[in-house]
C-alpha cells in the first residue's frame, strides 16, 4: 500500500481526483493512509466507493472505458464493469474475484490499484530512476592538529533572546522582533540562503573529522595527544558553560512567565471549560449512538450482500433450468433414434425372410430327395 499511495502522490490525485472528479462531487475524501484499503474501515461501504471512484479515475487515466460509480449502485455490477475495464486494457484478471474486490480492501484491491497505478504511470509518460550520490571531495587522512589546515573561520553560536516586560509577547529567534497572541501564527522560514550554508558547511566539515594517526599506535604518543585534547577542553568549558547557564535561566524565565499566562488562561476560561466538558460529554454519547447505528448498517450491508450472492445463485439455477426445458435437442436425437431402430427392424425383418425362404426350400429338397430314396428303394425290392 505504501508503493500505492506514492504512486498516487506523483499523480497528484489529491487534485486531479478528489477536487474535480465527477463521483467526488458532495464526497469528502480524505487523503489515504497506508493501512486504508489494506484492513477493513469503520464504514464499508464508504470504503468500497472510495475504492471504485478511485478505480475508475485511474482507469479513465489509461485510456479505458467505464461507467462512472455512484454511491448508491449494486456493488456487484460496478465490481463486473471493473474486471471487465482491466480485461480491456489487457491486465491479468485471472487473481482478482468480484467477490473479493466486493469488500473494498484486501490482496485483490490492492492488486488492481498496482496495476492501474503503474499504468497510469506509464501512460503519462513517468519512469522510474536510480538515485544518483555525488561523492566525497573530504579527505580523510586531514589532521585536525595541523595548524595549516585548519582555517580561520570558526563556527559561532549565538542564541539570541528578547525578553520584553509585556506578559502577552514570546519570545522570537530573530532579535528585535515580538509577536502577540492577538497576531494570526504564521510560517516560521529559515532566511539562510542555501548557497552560505553549503559554502560555511565545506569550510567546517574537515574540522569535524577526527582521524587517528599512523603515530598514535604507540601508547605514550596516545596519551600525549590525549592530554592536549583535555587541555583544549578546559580552555573552552569555561566559556561554554557561561553560555549554557545564560541559556538555562532564559529557558527558566520563558517557562515561568509561560506558566503565568497558562495560569492567567485557566482562571479566565473556566466557564468555557466546563460548557466544552459537557459538549464533549454529548458528543460521546452521539459518538456511541453513531457507532451502534454505523454497526447495525454494517451488519444489515453484510446480510443484503449474502441475500444478493443467495439471489444470484437461485437465478443461475431458475435460467440452468429454463434452459434445458426449452432445449428441443433431446426430442430431436429421441425421433432420430426412433427413424434409425425403423429401419434396422425393417433391414431385420428383410433378412428373416430370406432366411425363412431359404430354409423352407431347403427343407422342401431334402423331403423330395427322401421320397425319391424311398420310391428307388422300393422298386429295387419288387425286383
Known amino acids: 500500500?505504501?508503493?500505492?499511495?506514492?504512486?498516487?502522490?506523483i499523480l497528484n490525485y489529491m487534485v486531479n481526483f478528489a477536487q474535480s472528479w465527477p463521483t467526488t462531487k458532495g464526497h469528502n475524501f480524505r487523503p489515504l493512509t497506508r493501512m486504508h484499503f489494506v484492513t477493513p474501515a469503520g464504514n464499508l461501504n464508504e470504503q468500497y466507493f472510495y475504492f471504485a471512484s478511485l478505480t475508475a479515475w485511474l482507469v479513465s487515466i489509461c485510456g479505458g472505458k467505464i461507467d462512472t460509480p455512484d454511491q448508491f449502485d449494486d456493488p456487484n455490477v460496478v465490481s463486473t464493469n471493473?474486471?471487465?475495464?482491466?480485461?480491456?486494457?489487457?491486465?491479468?484478471?485471472?487473481?482478482?474475484?468480484?467477490?473479493?474486490?466486493?469488500?473494498?480492501?484486501?490482496?485483490?484491491?490492492?492488486l488492481t490499484l498496482s496495476m492501474l497505478t503503474d499504468q497510469a504511470l506509464k501512460e503519462k509518460g513517468f519512469q522510474f530512476v536510480s538515485p544518483?550520490?555525488?561523492?566525497?571531495k573530504y579527505d580523510d587522512d586531514l589532521n585536525i592538529d595541523d595548524p595549516a589546515a585548519v582555517g580561520e573561520n570558526?563556527?559561532?553560536d549565538d542564541v539570541s533572546i528578547k525578553e520584553d516586560s509585556d506578559d502577552d509577547e514570546w519570545y522570537e529567534g530573530v532579535p528585535g522582533q515580538t509577536k502577540t497572541h492577538d497576531e494570526a501564527p504564521q510560517m516560521i522560514e529559515s532566511q539562510v540562503r542555501p548557497e552560505e550554508w553549503r559554502l560555511e558547511l565545506e569550510t567546517v566539515a574537515p574540522q569535524l573529522k577526527l582521524t587517528q594517526q599512523e603515530h598514535m599506535k604507540d601508547w605514550r604518543a596516545h596519551i600525549d595527544w590525549i592530554g592536549n585534547l583535555l587541555k583544549k577542553l578546559n580552555a573552552v568549558f569555561p566559556e561554554v558553560k557561561q553560555s549554557l547557564e545564560n541559556v538555562k535561566e532564559d529557558i527558566q524565565k520563558a517557562i515561568e512567565k509561560i506558566q503565568k499566562r497558562e495560569g492567567t488562561l485557566s482562571t479566565q476560561f473556566?466557564?468555557?471549560v466546563e460548557k466544552y466538558r459537557v459538549i464533549h460529554q454529548e458528543l460521546s454519547s452521539y459518538q456511541?449512538?453513531?457507532?451502534?447505528?454505523?454497526q447495525s448498517v454494517n451488519n444489515l450491508s453484510a446480510r443484503l450482500n449474502q441475500i444478493t450472492e443467495d439471489l444470484e445463485r437461485v437465478k443461475?439455477?431458475?435460467?440452468?433450468?429454463?434452459?434445458?426445458?426449452?432445449?428441443?435437442?433431446?426430442l430431436v436425437n429421441i425421433k432420430k433414434a426412433l427413424s434409425d431402430l425403423k429401419a434396422e427392424t425393417k433391414t431385420m425383418e428383410l433378412r428373416i425372410g430370406v432366411l425363412q425362404y431359404t430354409v423352407l426350400h431347403q427343407a422342401i429338397r431334402q423331403s423330395h430327395n427322401a421320397d425319391l430314396r424311398d420310391q428307388i428303394t422300393d422298386d429295387e425290392t419288387m425286383l
Do not use: H, W
Not at 323 to 329: E, H, I, N, R, T
Open 132 to 136: 544518483s550520490y555525488p561523492a566525497d
Open 154 to 156: 570558526e563556527i559561532i
Open 1 to 9: 500500500m505504501e508503493d500505492i499511495l506514492e504512486k498516487l502522490k
Open 288 to 294: 456511541e449512538n453513531y457507532n451502534t447505528c454505523n
Open 270 to 272: 473556566t466557564d468555557q
Open 82 to 110: 471493473i474486471i471487465q475495464a482491466l480485461k480491456d486494457l489487457d491486465l491479468p484478471v485471472r487473481d482478482i474475484m468480484p467477490s473479493k474486490i466486493r469488500q473494498g480492501f484486501g490482496d485483490s484491491v490492492l
Open 316 to 330: 443461475q439455477d431458475i435460467q440452468d433450468r429454463e434452459a434445458q426445458m426449452s432445449d428441443s435437442k433431446p
